[in-house]
């Protein structure tokens, strides 16, 4: 798939090459598709095929910022370097234009899907969106089994930071951050290192620790207002889940909810050895 868009970044065809680059920005940024039904339910929201040439900035060495506003009114923001061939069709297709103007007059959500089923079959910016989540959900936790002896809540952690990586990935966000969440969350941290340096016995030390760790990662989330509900229920393959847990030793009700366990009850009989 990558090798033939990136062949058609090149395309003699107008519409071929503005299809190829709106497809690797789906690639880069695993942003929705967007349509003008979107658009007039949410004012001002846009997707990928509705990016206007007012929401990308060329700084140069063939690095953009895209700055929109997304579904549910969620801001999107990055900057990021691309491809040559990518940054010189962004360009043309900007130059001599208004900050109103359509990026991709030619492409909408409809042409776009019917242009990645062209490059696979079944493929479309959904399948793409959810490959990308559970591709980086399969690598990091890769890299991450934990010592089975590990305590489960250290286990956990270390799914729920994966987690919050691929909601970043994917841009989901909750509506509406809250700066006072944040700093009492750094208050707690804090409270909790001073409780540990002067705690008398090794209990009272991995106790300490243990809240250190759980609100930190809170903190996280916070900060960045991640939803890791979101990509956890509809965009992660919930077999890469099982598998970790079974090399782990980790309990699956720690990961998924009694709702959870039930849309995917499907996937509890998934191997340790598993790879999506």
């Known amino acids: 798939v990558r090798k033939q868009y990136t062949k058609d970044l090149s395309s003699s065809k107008t519409e071929v090459r503005?299809?190829?680059?709106?497809?690797?920005?789906l690639d880069v940024l695993a942003i929705r598709p967007g349509t003008e039904k979107d658009e007039a339910k949410e004012?001002?929201?846009?997707?990928?095929?509705?990016?206007?040439c007012g929401n990308i900035k060329f700084e140069g060495n063939s690095e953009i910022t895209v700055d929109f506003v997304?579904?549910?009114s969620i801001q999107f923001t990055k900057s990021f370097v691309v491809e040559d061939m990518a940054y010189e069709n962004l360009k043309r297709l900007c130059k001599a234009k208004g900050a109103s103007a359509k990026i991709f007059p030619n492409v909408d959500a409809t042409t776009l899907n019917d242009y990645l089923k062209t490059l696979l079959p079944g493929l479309?910016?959904?399948?793409?969106?959810?490959?990308?989540?559970?591709?980086?959900?399969?690598?990091?936790l890769s890299k991450s089994i934990p010592d089975i002896d590990s305590p489960t809540y250290e286990k956990k952690l270390i799914y729920d930071r994966v987690n919050i990586e691929v909601a970043k990935a994917l841009n989901h966000k909750k509506l509406g951050g809250s700066s006072d969440r944040?700093?009492?969350?750094?208050?707690?941290?804090?409270?909790?290192?001073?409780?540990?340096?002067?705690s008398s016995t090794p209990k009272q030390k991995a106790s300490a620790q243990k809240s250190i760790d759980l609100n930190t990662a809170k903190l996280e989330e916070a900060q960045f207002n991640i939803s890791t509900s979101t990509s956890k229920v509809n965009y992660l393959d919930p077999r890469i889940t099982?598998?970790?847990?079974?090399?782990?030793?980790?309990?699956i009700e720690k990961i998924y909810n009694k709702t959870q366990l039930s849309k995917f009850v499907w996937a509890m009989e998934t191997p340790s050895d598993w790879k999506f």
């Not at 503005?18 to 920005?25: F, I, K, P, R």
């Not at 479309?124 to 990091?140: D, G, H, P």
């Not at 969350?185 to 409780?195: T, V």
């Open 70 to 72: 997304g579904k549910s």
């Open 124 to 140: 479309t910016a959904k399948v793409f969106r959810t490959y990308k989540a559970s591709s980086i959900l399969q690598n990091e």
């Open 182 to 198: 944040v700093e009492k969350l750094k208050e707690k941290i804090k409270a909790f290192k001073a409780k540990k340096k002067s």
């Open 242 to 251: 099982v598998a970790w847990c079974k090399k782990g030793e980790v309990p």
């Open 18 to 25: 503005q299809l190829a680059t709106a497809v690797y920005l």
């Open 43 to 52: 004012a001002g929201t846009l997707g990928l095929t509705t990016l206007k």
